[in-house]
């Protein structure tokens, strides 16, 4: 159950937020979204809450919702950020959980003095509302980097009350963007959509380098963001793609991918050797339209491309700033959290906190 939701889609013709839509959908939970997920808060609802034009009942619905689950073995009420958000509306984390009689796990992230701080912070309005705190997670470790941290963690938690439940390791696939995220989220002309728009990219590069020293910065699932007008770096990148094919087809196709990009395939072959399929994608930027021959390249060679009007370093910052949810139809992240939760996760203390406080009925 996700009392307060902030990101609302419509699903089977219902409002919902995204997170009651991923768990009802790879769980397969029969409870309607009216359920699961109660309140939403959409652009405009502050401003009309404080104005006094929000006239219904908030509270009540969530209790109502949270009445439909008193049949079950254990309820997880998933919170919206820290303790004190919702606090504009009435709803605050603090709020909710002292309203469903729910213990809290404060999660935070990476570090040792971060996390300590925000948990210890979090905590203080949790137990302000009469709200046991269960314990902290704290997730995005860079557990190599940092070995015996979970101790750590758990020994400065340790004076103020709090039990560490697990640390989760970071793994970056986990907050990148899907190559349909990047479509959506940089609004462009799409010039080729290539062949997996949910291929999650591993890394992001700037294409303003001489493109053999580029190559050497570029992973098969890298995106290349790249003004429109660097042809060099752009066909550098089709003849990484197209190299491998011209020189295992057959004479006549060979020909007629040499006819369609003969620069890239002909000129630059030598240079991407060894780095055959490097790059998962273009963003063309600064507004520049190649010219029809090289988009004829990337065509070719199945490459995922979007031509945009802002500049390189306006496109870079709004990938950099896409807020990356899972979703349903991501089977690989679904799969790793899954694998991540039981090895690093203290389940069975979870469970016990949970079963400490019976469903409201």
């Known amino acids: 159950m996700k009392p307060v939701g902030q990101r609302t889609v419509i699903e089977d013709g219902e409002p919902a937020d995204e997170d009651a839509v991923l768990m009802k959908s790879v769980f397969r939970l029969p409870e309607a979204y009216r359920a699961m997920s109660p309140v939403h808060i959409p652009r405009g609802f502050t401003k009309a809450y404080i104005a006094g034009e929000v006239v219904e009942d908030l509270e009540a619905r969530i209790r109502h919702a949270h009445e439909t689950f008193a049949g079950h073995d254990i309820v997880l009420i998933e919170g919206t950020g820290h303790a004190g958000v919702g606090a504009v509306v009435g709803l605050s984390n603090a709020t ?19 996390p300590i701080d925000e948990i210890v ?36 938690l340790k004076p103020h009350g709090i039990p560490l439940l697990g640390v989760l390791p970071v793994k970056p696939i986990l907050s990148n963007p899907t190559l349909g995220m990047i479509l959506e989220g940089v609004d462009g002309e799409t010039i080729n ?47 990484a793609h197209l190299a ?23 000129e630059r072959a030598a240079a991407v050797e060894g780095h055959e399929g490097a790059a998962v994608g273009l963003v063309l930027t600064g507004g520049y339209r190649p010219r029809e021959a090289v988009l004829a390249a990337i065509r070719q060679a199945d490459l ?39 090895e690093n996760l203290d389940v069975e203390r979870v469970l016990h906190a949970a079963r400490a406080v019976p469903v409201a009925r």
Not at 146 to 154: D, F, I, K, Y
Not at 194 to 223: F, K, Q, S, W
Not at 246 to 266: K, L, P, S
Not at 314 to 337: C, G
Request: glycine share 10%; no cysteine; hydrophobic share 50%.
């Open 121 to 156: 912070l979090n905590a203080a309005l949790f137990e302000r509302h009469g709200v046991e705190v269960a314990g902290a997670i704290v997730n995005k470790v860079d557990l190599d980097a940092q070995l015996g941290l979970a101790s750590v963690l758990a020994q400065g």
């Open 193 to 239: 959509r290539g062949p997996d728009l949910d291929r999650v990219i591993e890394g992001v590069a700037i294409g303003a380098m001489e493109p053999g020293h580029m190559l050497e910065r570029v992973g098969p699932g890298t995106l290349v963001i790249v003004p429109g007008d660097r042809e060099d770096v752009i066909l550098t990148i089709t003849t």
């Open 304 to 342: 995922f491309a979007t031509l945009v009007p802002d500049d390189t370093y306006h496109v870079a910052s709004q990938v950099h700033d896409l807020l990356v949810k899972t979703h349903p139809a991501d089977r690989e992240k679904i799969a790793l959290i899954k694998t991540l939760v039981a």
């Open 244 to 266: 491998p094919r011209v020189r295992h087809a057959g004479t006549a196709e060979a020909a007629r991918i040499a006819a369609i990009a003969a620069e890239a395939t002909n």
């Open 96 to 114: 909710v959980a002292a309203m469903l009689g729910a213990p809290a796990i404060i999660i935070s992230e990476g570090g040792v003095g971060r």
